[in-house]
């Protein structure tokens, strides 16, 4: 129950599948994450280093949502270097417009 005057702090959480897929195989916060490190980064295994999470798993969540969502993410460029394909591209920013969208629609709420 609220107390009067306490202010919500809303989070919203996206999460992008095809049908009735397992979440953690989908476009999800953490994967977004990779992708964004990869733009910025130029690599996988650099975007895996700043989200604090293991190469492996960061390899096995774009590939499951590769799987999930029946498209590449990214392109191997050798030597550890990846790029965003631009169906990725598109995807994170639909993803991004929609969640600050989401965000901003929830703020308002709890005003």
């Avoid at 798993?57 to 774009?62: G, T």
Wanted: net charge neutral.
């Amino acid at each position: 129950m609220l107390v009067q005057g306490q202010k919500l702090d809303p989070v919203v959480r996206l999460t992008l599948r095809k049908g009735e897929g397992d979440e953690r195989f989908s476009f999800n916060p953490s994967v977004a994450e990779l992708c964004r490190g990869v733009r910025s980064r130029g690599s996988l295994s650099a975007a895996a280093y700043d989200a604090q999470m293991s190469y492996s798993k960061a390899w096995n969540l774009i590939k499951g949502a590769e799987r999930s969502l029946g498209v590449k993410l990214l392109i191997s460029q050798g030597q550890g270097g990846s790029l965003l394909t631009p169906e990725c591209e598109a995807i994170l920013e639909a993803y991004d417009k929609a969640l600050g969208d989401l965000q901003d629609q929830a703020d308002l709420l709890v005003g």
